[in-house]
Every structure is written in C-alpha cells, then in structure tokens.
C-alpha cells in the first residue's frame, strides 16, 4: 500500500508504530467508524438539508425547527422524506482501503455514527464491508456520550472487552477517551491534545492547497468572461474616450462577477445530486467533497456582502439591475432550471440582463436592436448548451435528465430551435444594417454586411460542435478556449472599425 494511503502517526507517541491500522491477533477485535467527514467527505444531513430545500422548502423549514427541538427526531423526519444516491457519495478511498484490509485479518466493523439509521444503513449496504450498524432511530441521537454507551452496550452483548474507534468529530471524543486505539482522518492535531488515548492518522491525498484551487474552481473566474457584455452598451454607443463611464463600467463588471460567482456557489450546492451523474461536473468541488457543504454560505456571503458595498459607488439604477439579477438567476438555479424551456429563456434573459447593467452603470442606453438582437443570440446559446447535454445522455441509452425538466428524446427539437433561433439574431442585425440608428453610428454600412456571414458561420459551427459532441461545456467558455472563435471575434472588431471610419 502507498505511503500516502497508510495510517500514520500523528504524534510522537504513536511514531513508533508501523504506520498501519493493525490487529492483534490473538484475540476478537472490533472497530467502530464514524461517517460523516470520516468514511464520507460530506455531512449526509446537511445534504439532506439541500435537497430538501431543492424539493420542498417548507418541509425543509419543519425540518430545521425539528432538529433545533429534537436532533434524532429531525433527522429520522428528513431521513424519511429524501434520500442520497448511496453509489455517488464521495467516500473516502484511503480508508476505505483501510478497513478492506482489516477486514481480511478478520477485524469486525461496525458503522457508529449520529445519522439516522435509514442513511447510515443505506451507506452500509452500498459498501458491503460492515458487520453491524448504530446510528439514531428517532429518540436517540447517537453522538457523544450516547454513541459511547451505544458502544459499549454493543461491546457487552457480542463479548469484546475493548473496542478501537476511528472518527473526525469534536463531538465524539468520549468515544476517544474509552477506545483501545483511536484512528482519525487526515493531522488530528486537535485530538491528540484533547485525549490521553494514542491517536493515528490516516494520511489523505488532499492537502490545505487542494482546498485553495477548490475554492477557485467554485467561483469559476472562466465564466467571468459573460460579464464583458457590461461593456457593451459603451463600445457600441462609441464612447471610447469617456474616462469617468469606462471607470464604471469596469466596476459593474467586477461586481456582477463577484454575484455570478456566489451564484455559482448556490448553484453548486443545490445541484450536487445530479452533478455527480454527470461525467464532468462530478468532479465539482461539493460533489466530488472537495469542499464541506458548510463552506458554501460564507462564500456566498462574503461575496454578495462585498458587491453589494460597493454598488453604492454606482448608480442607483444600476443596483436594481444587480439585484434582479441575484433574484432571476439564484431562483434559477433552485427551481427554474428543472423547468423544460423556462431554463433557457432564463439563460438568455440573464445575458440581456448584463447589457442593461451596462446601461444603468454608464448611463448610456441602449437600443432595441441590441435588445433584440441579444435574445436571439443567447437563446441559441442556451438552447446548444442543453442540446449538448441531451445528445450525450442519448447515446448513454438515458432516459431523463436529472436534475432538468426533460427527456433524452427532446434533444431533435431543441435542434430545430436553436440553430434558427441563432439565424434570427442574425436576421435583427441585417435588419439594423438598414435603420435609422445605423447610418447616425456608421459611414460605411457595407463592413456591416459582412459581419452577417462571419455571424452565421460561428452559429453554424457551433451547432455543428454541439452535434458532434465536441461542446462539452457553456459555448461561451468554449469560445473563449477556441481559436476560430477568437479569429471570427477579431474579423468582427476590424470590420466594425471599418464601418466607422470616414
């Protein structure tokens, strides 16, 4: 077994031992393990918590005055409403691999853990590896002290007259303090301090810099790209020498960054069911437990808590827009995104969204045709994304898509769709070429027209990667990491340079 994935001392009490989880052999042995943050990464309550939310959010709210009157009760009521797909937790494989191990030298396993007997039962039979379960059943909530006596009462009834414990909880350290030999999950600094008993550590993969790029990957700096639509109104309106609106508008997009990021967060955290039955997003860092759930609300607070500081620096008008778009996009992300064409019209709205932010920070407004323009535009955009997804699952024989409000077999009509919404966006701006707005901004109309080939190519081609299934994430994104799309981008820019020159 590698280094990495062995049991090793956590102090210098315990530096002489072989590094291992070992049993004495001359006599019955018994290992009691806790789940949450030991056995899992995650806390299946605080889980169970999201989803419920997710489903119903007034029974989530009984539920959370349940457990602030009765813990065991509140979580035997959730227990009994949701459920998590026992196969996709995110175990931890390093002592996992341990307690294989001890079980091959004939060590008893017991789950001991404060989850309700349904979940902890449910874990127990997805893994095969424990002899025995207690957990809470409704009147006792098997933490602490409980858990110790629950132990010991174990203890006595199948004839061990020691036990060893492996555990990650503050709660559970009279269990310690009793325990043979104690075992936790990654340093355990902290216990070893607070018991008498030796205590070794299971040495995890991840370290404290692992947490760092999680947290990095959680508030997706990529998708930040979206946002330079704040500029929009600005460039188009001409306004290239105003130092005092491009300092505004460089604001707003650092606000609506910090927003689209907490509201990343939101979405993660309400979507870590069916993210870890997707073959990307499973890697997401409350899916795959990079992060504890727990992490998520002061993310999002801090986040939200300083753009909304500073949008008192720009116009009221603008914090309205930054508001309405918290509002859309976090309802979005709970409810409206499980909602068969509402989530994309959604999606298409919060990028015309953007533009207005643009608008009210640099007080520059906008026109209709962009307006209009826009919807199209992004709607296409939205309708590739999901079209996407749909062809993936299709030729994994799926049958419904979790999490979202359709079926495998929607994804011929969402064909139909989006190509033509895409074309239509490009109709509104041949449309414009012709208006009065034009011939006021532009002298040579002509460079204009040949933007609407270059438009209607990207369009095209980005259909054509979605059927190919090579757009494997937002067609922004991939715009932003493809060379042709920075080619079409750069083509746009000279002919739009073009078109205004005298």
Request: glycine share 4%; proline share 3%; net charge neutral.
């Amino acid at each position: 077994m590698h280094k990495s994935d062995s049991i090793h001392a956590a102090n210098d009490s315990t530096a002489s031992n072989d590094h291992t989880i070992h049993t004495r052999q001359d006599q019955k042995s018994v290992l009691f393990v806790d789940l949450n943050q030991t056995l899992l990464k995650t806390s299946l309550l605080n889980e169970g918590l999201l989803l419920a939310i997710r489903i119903r959010l007034l029974f989530a709210v009984r539920v959370i005055f349940s457990l602030l009157r009765d813990r065991a009760s509140g979580k035997q009521m959730l227990a009994e409403k949701v459920a998590p797909d026992y196969s996709r937790l995110p175990f931890r494989h390093e002592v996992i691999r341990e307690l294989v191990s001890l079980k091959e030298q004939g060590t008893k396993l017991v789950l001991a853990t404060a989850t309700d007997r349904r979940w902890a039962t449910g874990v127990a039979s997805e893994l095969g590896l424990f002899d025995d379960v207690i957990a809470s059943d409704g009147n006792t909530n098997l933490s602490g002290s409980r858990k110790l006596a629950a132990i010991e009462e174990f203890c006595s009834r199948d004839g061990f007259a020691k036990f060893d414990y492996l555990g990650n909880s503050r709660a559970d350290l009279p269990v310690f303090e009793h325990a043979t030999k104690a075992y936790t999950v990654g340093p355990g600094k902290w216990l070893s301090s607070s018991t008498s008993t030796p205590i070794q550590s299971i040495q995890l993969v991840d370290t404290a810099a692992d947490r760092t790029a999680s947290i990095l990957k959680l508030i997706r700096p990529l998708q930040w790209v979206k946002n330079l639509l704040i500029f929009a109104p600005i460039l188009l309106a001409h306004e290239f020498g105003n130092i005092e609106k491009w300092q505004s508008a460089i604001l707003a997009f650092i606000l609506f960054s910090l927003c689209a990021s907490a509201v990343y967060v939101i979405n993660d955290l309400f979507d870590i069911e069916s993210d870890r039955h997707h073959p990307r997003k499973i890697r997401r860092p409350f899916a795959s437990g990079a992060l504890p759930v727990t992490w998520g609300p002061p993310i999002v607070l801090v986040l939200l808590v300083v753009a909304l500081f500073l949008a008192v620096f720009l116009p009221f008008a603008f914090f309205g827009v930054l508001t309405a778009y918290l509002i859309l996009t976090s309802t979005y992300s709970m409810w409206l995104k499980r909602i068969a064409i509402v989530d994309v019209l959604v999606l298409s709205s919060l990028y015309a969204i953007r533009i207005i932010a643009g608008s009210a920070a640099t007080e520059v407004p906008i026109s209709e045709w962009l307006m209009a323009f826009s919807l199209f535009f992004f709607l296409s955009l939205a309708f590739a994304k999901r079209y996407a997804e749909l062809r993936r699952l299709a030729d994994e024989e799926a049958r419904d898509v979790k999490g979202r409000g359709y079926e495998v077999a929607d994804w011929s009509l969402i064909e139909s769709i989006g190509p033509t919404s895409g074309y239509l966006a490009v109709l509104v701006f041949a449309l414009y070429i012709h208006s009065e707005e034009m011939y006021q901004l532009y002298a040579n109309g002509w460079a204009l027209w040949l933007v609407c080939p270059l438009l209607l190519y990207w369009i095209t081609r980005i259909w054509l990667k979605a059927n190919r299934q090579q757009l494997t994430e937002d067609p922004i994104v991939f715009a932003v990491k493809d060379r042709v799309s920075w080619l079409v981008g750069a083509l746009i820019m000279v002919l739009a340079l073009i078109s205004r020159s005298v």
